[in-house]
């Protein structure tokens, strides 16, 4: 459709705010566009297959497209057609002939139908991407909606846990609620779904503060999985930063999302989002052109210096965005604020974070991003959490986010796996791991909740896979097993997979309790994977990200297990005991009134460890004392976060331990209040007498608290 005078009523409007916004009278559409030449607003009848319009944006100030219709109203469906050069060579790849989604759009209606008319070029030419293609995409689009945003939020308001009280659960929309029994089937998979009572009462129950969602901004799924009859299904592919997925909406409307985060903080429950702000889903120069692509290349990308008909792929996807132009920038930190301010989320995860941070000449922790996130006065309450490596040079950065961020511990989910699986050498580096990380984190002030500790997330094994293969079965993907990572620190107990050996499978069954034991018990932010509880499996599959299916649905059978009950006694013990979620890094160096440090580490004879005992590389016993009366740790509420003293004691070993039980100034003995050798963990109550041995099976973690003289 070629333009034609307006038959809407078009006026100038303004260049801020970008995107579509209602005013109650009128809607007023901004753009930007450093290197367009003209720029039409493409109007959709409400089936979004039959384009009735197309107005040229008549402004353009400040390198934005503006123009304002007094006629249009919440509910219309637009896109965008951007002209300017095609030189692909120059990083230029305007083609008109590509209907565009608004970078800014609130909404999408619609879905992705794939066809070669989705490329800038034409696909299967020998001039590959420096071809042209005419042919028009818009039927196979999705279609940008205009919102109302108006929401009746009540009393409902940001959860602020603190960090040191915080157990984030990480989990997917759809997999989660889509074989949930008490779930109506027309709102599985949505966040109506995850807004049902019995969700709500699930989660609570367990004792998990924080929800923390795989991305659910609007995906689009790769043709080629497509093809293959896949799809995205974590949902790292983003096109929309601002509109949730429309896969995940029962309604279609934003109110569903912002009913399901009402709900949620009324159980007392926080929301966090899992965002790809690193690259989109239009990939390498042989990509599709949906959006950034077309609207301004040259702008929204990191492009080759020397070549820029080619991409900078820090992220392994094809594209990265450039967080060092002013507009890329500007969009990431308007999407964060909108998902703040008008959505009520409680914090971010980053995906590829290094990537945001990465000026040209590298990551820089005082980078333009970093910089505007810090200062800014929406975000200072919310959970930052950084993915904190890249694929691109120097990608690597755990521990190096500046204050106010917490990074994903790998070194934490490697070192507890091998620990565990038996491997020689262990102990220093669980120490260090176990007590918050501090060679990592314990600079310019930031504190060990900066640490996310996590044994199992999306990427990898869940738990039982952990533990039931040595190697990854990702067949189902189509790539030949040739895709997810080879080293996974797994250990299969004997038998690849399933198996109903009775001594195969209970060692499996502890080998979970103590990891997921390990995690709580541990200084720093816990991090659990959904269904971990529940001992799904993936069938050994480690990189299920295109499996929308049984592999990643949760089977909600065993949510009244013996691990469910398990795992909602340990949140417990980790909740009623400050000491296991200090503040402060702990070195021995606070000392009580009686003498006792902060923490000591023992040998199995009840010996302080000193330097030879710490390389002794096949011992795989370590005994933690934690004493919650040394220092002065104090909470936001000025109450003091006292406790008492608590024993540790972690046995990798395969056979049965003498460990002798510390005698410590004005204790009579100790009480097992966690032992893993126990299907639900419970302790046996007994007191074991201080300075006197106590046997420890193998591969087993107890748990005792001390039991004081009296009077003291």
Known sequence: MPSTPARTPVWPGKPHPLGATWDGFGVNFAIFSANAERVELCLFDKTGQREVERITLPEHTDEVWHGYLPDARPGLLYGYRVHGPYEPEEGHRFNPNKL?????????????????????????????????????????????????????????????????????????????????????????????????????????????????????????????????????????????????????????????????VARLHEAGIEVILDVVYNHTAEGNHLGPTLSFKGIDNLSYYRLMPDSPRYYINDTGTGNTLDFSHPRVVQMVMDSLRYWVTEMHVDGFRFDLATVLAREPYGYDPGSGFLDAVRQDPVLADVKLIAEPWDVGPGGYQVGNFPPGWAEWNDRYRDTVRRYWRGDDGMLPELAGRIAGSADLFEKRGRRPWASVNFITAHDGFTLHDLVSYNDKHNWANGEENRDGHSSNCSWNHGVEGPTDDPAVTELRARQKRNMLATLMLSQGTPMMLAGDELDHSQDGNNNAYCQDNDITWLDWSKRDGSLVSFVRRLVALRRAHPVLRRPLFLHGREVAANGLKDIVWYNAQGVEKTAEHWRNTQARCIVLLLNGRAGTHVGSDGQPLSDGVLLIVLNAHADILTVTLPDVPGGRGWRCVLDTRVADGAGDERIHLAGRSALVDGRTVLVFTLVEQPGM
């Open 100 to 260: 565009l989604i608004d970078p800014y759009a609130r909404a999408l209606f619609g879905g992705f139908k794939w066809s070669d008319a989705h490329y800038g070029y034409r696909v299967g030419s020998t001039k590959e991407d420096l071809s042209f293609d005419r042919r028009d995409n818009a039927r196979g689009m999705p279609k940008c909606r205009v919102v109302d945003g108006a929401f009746t939020w009540g009393h409902d308001r940001h959860r602020r846990v603190p960090w040191t009280d915080t157990v984030l659960y990480e989990t997917h929309v759809r997999g989660f609620t889509m074989r949930h029994p008490e779930v109506p089937a027309h709102l599985r998979g949505t966040f109506a779904g995850m807004s049902t009572q019995s969700v709500i009462e699930y989660l609570r129950a367990l004792g998990i503060t924080s929800v923390e969602f795989l991305p659910v901004q609007a995906i689009a799924d790769e043709q080629h999985l497509v093809t293959r009859g896949l799809t995205n299904y974590w949902g790292y592919n983003t096109i929309g930063f601002f509109a949730p997925e429309p896969r995940y909406m029962n309604t279609g409307v934003l109110s569903e999302f912002k009913t399901m």
